[in-house]
Antibody, heavy 116, light 108 residues
Framework: QVQLRESGPGLLKPSETLSLTCTVS????????WSWFRQPPGKGLEWLGL???????NYNPSLKSRVIISLDTSKNQFSLRLSSVTAADTAMYFC??????????WGQGTLVTVSS | EIVLTQSPGTLSLSPGERATLSCRAS???????LAWFQQRPGQAPRLLIY???NRATGVPDRFSGSGSGTDFTLSISRLEPEDFAVYYC?????????FGGGTKVEIK
């Protein structure tokens, strides 16, 4: 079964770029879809975007100009970059995988706080 | 964007009772690509139901999904203590992928 683990800085200042990595184990990255979601404290879930193993991406239009998702199959990792962060980007960030767009497997999540 | 509306916002029930959760979509969910997730405090969401009616691996059979098009339901036949949590519906038929606002199932 696929296991995912998010890693990256937990604290950022406004206007900085958020960079997170998801490390994948127990599965091959030469198939499947790899996604990022987030959940502000006490609120609901938001999809940020996904990348297919071929490198094709699909982003949430609400964030499209700020988000980039990339894949490094040699390291069994995929990454999220979100530029120009504000306090509204404070959230738990989750990486997921699935054979289609459905997020079947989830990482435990990593909390990112944006504060000056 | 497909907007998913869940009701009720909170469901207060006792262990052993039946829970019925509703999810309505603003437009038809193609191929019934509608899933249900359970989220306990401090944990990641857990996939329960996919394609509206299929239980994910390891999910107890007291959980069942039904519906098609724009109206979907998650039923829990007899609530166990570990079932008290927040439940989200989610659609994967159109980008952007979207979630409902959640239904909290709490102990009465």
């Amino acid at each position: 079964q696929v296991q995912l683990r998010e890693s990256g800085p937990g604290l950022l200042k406004p206007s900085e770029t958020l960079s997170l990595t998801c490390t994948v184990s127990g599965g091959s990255m030469t198939s499947d879809y790899w996604s990022w979601f987030r959940q502000p404290p006490g609120k609901g879930l938001e999809w940020l975007g996904l990348i297919y193993y071929s490198g094709n991406t699909n982003y949430n239009p609400s964030l499209k100009s700020r988000v980039i998702i990339s894949l490094d199959t040699s390291k069994n990792q995929f990454s999220l970059r979100l530029s120009s962060v504000t306090a509204a980007d404070t959230a738990m960030y989750f990486c997921t995988s699935g054979s289609g767009w459905l997020p079947e497997y989830w990482g435990q999540g990593t909390l990112v706080t944006v504060s000056s | 964007e497909i907007v998913l509306t869940q009701s009720p916002g909170t469901l207060s029930l006792s262990p052993g009772e039946r829970a019925t959760l509703s999810c309505r979509a603003s437009q038809s969910v193609t191929n019934n690509y509608l899933a249900w997730f359970q989220q306990r405090p401090g944990q990641a969401p857990r996939l329960l139901i996919y394609d509206a009616t299929n239980r994910a691996t390891g999910v107890p059979d007291r959980f069942s999904g039904s519906g098609s098009g724009t109206d979907f339901t998650l039923s829990i036949s007899r609530l166990e203590p570990e079932d008290f949590a927040v439940y989200y519906c989610q659609q994967s038929s159109h980008a952007p992928l979207t979630f409902g606002g959640g239904t909290k199932v709490e102990i009465k």
